[in-house]
């Protein structure tokens, strides 16, 4: 089992920044990749950023320029940097963890809030 605690959301003027954190506990070695996903208003989830154990990264069209991911291996904890906030940005952000005998990202965490004001 691998606990996620994601943490830094809030309020945010367009054109801001703002980090999120996510500490894993647990069964941390079988972590094969660690992702963002986000959930605006009245919309379906949808997968932001993702990290490999190998450093691989990826990024939905709409962030890319503007995300980065990345991970402290010895803190057990992903980032995800968010500047140039837009609006279109607001929505539950989520922390997920892709075990390694796992296609899908099985351990989430409980969400955090980002709200970008114009």
């Known amino acids: 089992q691998v606990q996620l605690v994601e943490s830094g959301g809030g309020l945010v003027q367009a054109g801001g920044s703002l980090r999120l954190s996510c500490a894993a506990s647990g069964d941390t070695f079988c972590i094969s990749a660690m992702g963002w996903y986000r959930q605006p208003p009245g919309k379906e989830r949808e997968l932001v950023a993702v990290?490999?154990?190998?450093?691989?990264?990826y990024y939905t069209d709409s962030v890319k320029g503007r995300f980065t991911i990345s991970r402290d291996y010895a803190k057990n904890t992903v980032y995800l940097q968010m500047n140039s906030l837009k609006r279109e940005d607001t929505a539950v952000y989520y922390c997920?963890?892709?075990?390694?005998?796992?296609?899908?990202?099985?351990?989430w965490g409980q969400g955090t809030q980002v709200t970008v004001s114009s």
């Open positions: 997920a963890a892709k075990p390694n005998w796992s296609v899908d990202y099985l351990y």
């Open positions: 990290i490999t154990t190998g450093g691989s990264t």
